[in-house]
């Protein structure tokens, strides 16, 4: 017997009123404003006819506050899971024109009902944020719901990737769902995060602030550093998340999407050569050597405007996923700070829960000086870097470009920090400080004592750089496993890579390291 055509009237009717979200009206002024609703975004992250949506027909269960009649489409987040670049992705959208994308019971629930799906079946996690926060008719049950949300992206951490969206208000305790995540991206327009808002601060402190200087996408890429990308719209910020996920594989069990060439690249490059300066004092641009070294010199920066004096990100050498952590002597010379020091421990990590192999390319004259440095933790935030490559067991390759200096030298992935292979170019200075410092320490008596001490001064700097901060010394006493023209740094890095994709590294079971927060 035919189903009922009744049945089937009212499912349309139900999928379509589910479907419509807070009406057409609504929808046209978000176009007006520049923004695609939550469905719309979900539109352009999976491919065509693919997405397979939980919760269509879920619903606030909420009788008190004149909730008991009034209906939620999809209870103001759409969730589901659909495909991106020929792999399954779970996704959810927070709908602000139903009840403001506000978080109550089911919303929650239908949050943690994907999340332990993409769990189980090993493949990232999208979010699109864009909410009024804690549904105020749902109480503390809203409450509850983000505490399951946090405790699920804490359980998710390192075992698939994710990737938050910032994409309208995301404030108060709400923004630490997207905190707990891998990656955030946030557009230029339209969204904030902020734990209290210029309003809260004024009220409690008497300081005087604004939206844009505590929490506009600007103000958390190059301040705060909680945000990785800024992303100019909706349609940009789905594109970093199309590019991030690229580089990423489904889950930690998985190997990132490798696109192996035949071969390895032997070609030299002669203009790697030309890169470094004659004048140590004089900077250039690691960004080049990046280029240079990636596949057709393509490199997604990471947190590119925040703490610039470390660049990290990902590429691909003849086809191998890697991730870059470099030095960059434009910014502070290179140094590695309180800031770099947390975002270069925060890549690295990353990188090893996913099985990313990481390749440091090395400038660095040391950790910065200066009062606020040490009152601020500099000891604290640069033992991240020791301990993050320590404890990393992906393979890990060194290129001392320059500078290799102190503590700095062993926190950018010396050997002794467990590098599978360090290469040094015949500029590399390695040395417990810079030349001149060392000058200055070793030789002081005798410059005193000269005619012409800058002459002299001079003469010894030269010196002690010869015969000490040479990386054949190094080579010598085997930090480094070789040096090489520079000419021949991807030819190298590459072979290297090939050879060590099947790395293990075992370590003494335990819970977790106590990483130095
Ligand atoms: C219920 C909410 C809501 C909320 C917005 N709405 N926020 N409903 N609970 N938290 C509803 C509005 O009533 C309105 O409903 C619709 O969403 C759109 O809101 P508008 O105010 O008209 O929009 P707009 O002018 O754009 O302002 C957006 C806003 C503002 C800035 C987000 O709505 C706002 O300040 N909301 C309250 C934010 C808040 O204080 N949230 C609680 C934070 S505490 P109608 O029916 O007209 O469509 C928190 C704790 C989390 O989140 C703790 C985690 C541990």
């Known amino acids: 017997m035919p189903i009922d055509p009744g049945l089937l009237a009212q499912l349309a009717e139900r999928r379509e009123a589910a479907e419509a979200s807070g009406g057409p009206a609504r929808a046209a002024k978000r176009h007006e404003q520049g923004l695609l609703t939550a469905r719309e975004r979900l539109d352009q992250l999976f491919a065509a006819h693919t997405f397979q949506e939980f919760g269509l027909h879920a619903q606030h269960q909420t009788q008190k506050f004149g909730m008991a009649d009034k209906f939620l489409p999809t209870d103001g987040v759409i969730t589901g899971v659909g495909y991106v670049e020929g792999r399954p992705v779970a996704a959810f959208s927070q709908d602000f024109m139903v009840a403001g994308g506000s978080l109550g019971k089911v919303h929650a629930q239908k949050i943690c009902t ?61 923004a630490y769902s997207p905190a707990l995540m891998d990656f955030l991206i946030m557009t230029r327009r339209g969204a904030h995060m902020f734990i209290c ?30 945000i990785h990308f800024i992303a100019e719209d909706d349609q940009h910020a789905t594109a970093i998340v199309r590019d991030l996920l690229s580089y990423l594989p489904s889950n930690n069990m998985s190997d990132p999407p490798h696109m192996l060439s035949d071969e390895v690249t032997l070609k030299e490059d002669i203009e790697l050569d030309n890169i ?100 601020g933790g500099i000891i604290r935030h640069g033992a991240k870097m020791l301990f993050a490559y320590g404890a990393t067991t992906v393979p890990k390759i060194t290129v001392i470009m320059r500078k290799a200096y102190g503590g700095a030298f062993i926190a950018m992935c010396s050997r002794d920090v467990g590098a599978d292979l360090v290469v040094a170019w015949p500029t590399a200075e390695i040395a417990v400080m810079g030349a001149e410092g060392a000058t200055n320490i070793l030789y002081r008596e005798e410059i005193e004592k000269a005619e012409n001490k800058a002459e002299r001064r001079a003469e010894l700097v030269a010196e002690y750089r010869a015969a000490f901060a040479s990386p054949y010394m190094s080579a010598g006493l085997t930090f480094v496993h070789d040096v090489i023209e520079p000419r021949r740094t991807k030819a190298c890095v590459s072979l290297a890579l090939r050879t060590l994709l099947s790395k293990r590294d075992s370590r003494p079971p335990k819970k977790h390291g106590n990483i130095p927060l």
């Open 276 to 375: 470094v300066p004659g004048d140590p004092k004089q900077a250039f641009d690691v960004k080049d050597v990046i280029a240079r070294i990636a596949d057709d010199g393509r490199f997604l920066e990471i947190q590119a405007e925040f703490a610039a004096n470390i660049v990290v990100g990902f590429g691909r050498i003849d086809g191998v996923v890697v991730g870059f952590v470099a030095n960059q002597p434009m910014v502070k010379a290179g140094t590695l700070d309180i800031d770099s020091s947390d975002k270069g421990a925060r890549f690295i990590r990353f990188c090893n829960v996913f099985n990313i192999p990481i390749v440091t390319l090395v400038d660095v004259p040391g950790f910065m000086p200066g009062v606020a440095q040490e009152k």
């Open 197 to 226: 808002g210029p309003e809260v601060i004024r009220a409690a402190t008497g300081q005087v602030t604004t939206m844009e200087e505590i929490g506009s996408a600007e103000a958390h890429a190059r301040v705060s550093g909680n």
């Open 114 to 174: 994907l999340m332990d799906h993409a769990g189980k079946a090993g493949m990232p996690i999208v979010g699109y944020n864009d909410s009024g926060g804690a549904r105020i008719q749902d109480g503390v049950e809203s409450l509850s719901g983000y505490g399951q949300v946090f405790n699920r992206n804490i359980l998710m951490s390192g075992v698939v990737p994710q990737i938050a969206v910032i994409s309208g208000p995301c404030a108060g305790g709400a």
